[in-house]
């Protein structure tokens, strides 16, 4: 018998009203997923205008834990040989990343030499946010039961309870296993899911979504929208040029939020707004949080 969806926890937004995550903690602003990243998101106030919230990756460890991390190799960011699930916590613990090339060396030395950040030391940056958006990150010999069975051991405790965390994957095997193990939890200890979509796909239990303007596109998007609510999810998150008011107004027929990624330019951003999406993940949430023409867009956030 197939595990029944669970019920929409996830609290619909007022209409007009969206949430601004920063990306990675804040990309473009300060060293992907470090400490410093998330510290400045978390403290970034522009009169008074603040992000709703962050959206950033994790990826399990050889001993089963967690870290902060998007690439599954640790070759771009931390000069190192092998993937991030052949390591120990300790040894990851002990690794520093940095981001040169896209950062250049004019910047102090502590913005780009951070240490890899493990997951149980995060809750003290995700404090006072209205959305918390974690990517769960795979590869072709993840063990996915295990995974989620880890990864819902460590969210049960008080600390992580208390925030709004949504659990979100490209890895539909991921999605049905978030599905099956938190259908034995109280409700109150289950969390939101969100598919991830993306033109192109890795691995066979990701989604390649390629919506066009034709019948076939959109009948592509219904039979994806359909998936997600049957692996019991709450929210989609969509590569930005995809989305259109469309693609949105299916979204809500399923009783699906729209998640935008990764939206830069403050023009796409109004679009999307316009269209109608609930959420924009962005790099660089000051030059958004700046733009003159999204100013009355910034008031209408929730």
Same mark, same amino acid.
């Given at each position: $018998? ?37 510290? #400045? ?18 990826? $399990? ?8 991390? #998007? =690439? ?26 940095? =981001? ?28 006072? *946010? ?45 999605? =049905? ?13 289950? *969390? ?30 219904? =039979? ?14 969509? *590569? ?54 999204? $100013?009355? #867009?910034?008031?209408?956030? #929730?």
């Amino acid at each position: $018998m197939p595990v029944q969806p669970f019920p929409n926890r996830l609290h619909p937004l007022p209409p007009n009203t969206w949430q601004l995550l920063g990306h990675r903690g804040a990309r473009a602003e300060a060293l992907e997923n470090s400490a410093l990243a998330f510290a #400045h998101a978390q403290q970034l106030d522009i009169q008074g205008k603040k992000l709703d919230g962050v959206e950033f990756d994790i990826q $399990m460890t050889a001993d089963g834990e967690f870290v902060v991390t #998007h =690439d599954e190799k640790l070759s771009r960011l931390a000069g190192q040989q092998g993937w991030v699930s052949d390591y120990r916590l300790a040894k990851l613990r002990a690794l520093y990343q940095s =981001d040169i090339p896209r950062f250049q060396t004019t910047l102090n030395p502590n913005f780009l030499r951070q240490k890899i950040l493990p997951l149980c030391d995060l809750p003290p940056y995700l404090q006072h *946010y209205r959305h918390l958006e974690f990517e769960i990150k795979t590869h072709a010999k993840t063990q996915h039961s295990q995974l989620v069975e880890n990864l819902l051991r460590l969210l049960s405790t008080a600390t992580w309870q208390t925030l709004p965390i949504s659990l979100t994957s490209f890895d539909t095997q991921i999605l =049905d296993q978030l599905q099956r193990q938190q259908a034995y939890l109280p409700p109150s200890l289950r *969390y939101p899911t969100g598919l991830l979509l993306e033109p192109s796909s890795t691995l066979a239990t990701q989604v390649a979504f390629l919506p066009s303007q034709d019948k076939h596109g959109e009948t592509l998007i219904y =039979d994806t929208f359909n998936l997600a609510c049957r692996l019991g999810c709450q929210q989609v998150g969509v *590569y930005y040029p995809l989305i259109n008011a469309k693609l949105i107004n299916i979204a809500r027929g399923f009783g699906l939020r729209v998640s935008a990624w990764t939206v830069n330019d403050p023009n796409c951003v109004k679009r999307l707004l316009d269209d109608g999406v609930n959420c924009v993940i962005t790099d660089t949430p000051t030059t958004l949080l700046t733009a003159p023409l999204l $100013m009355s #867009h910034l008031y209408q956030r #929730h």
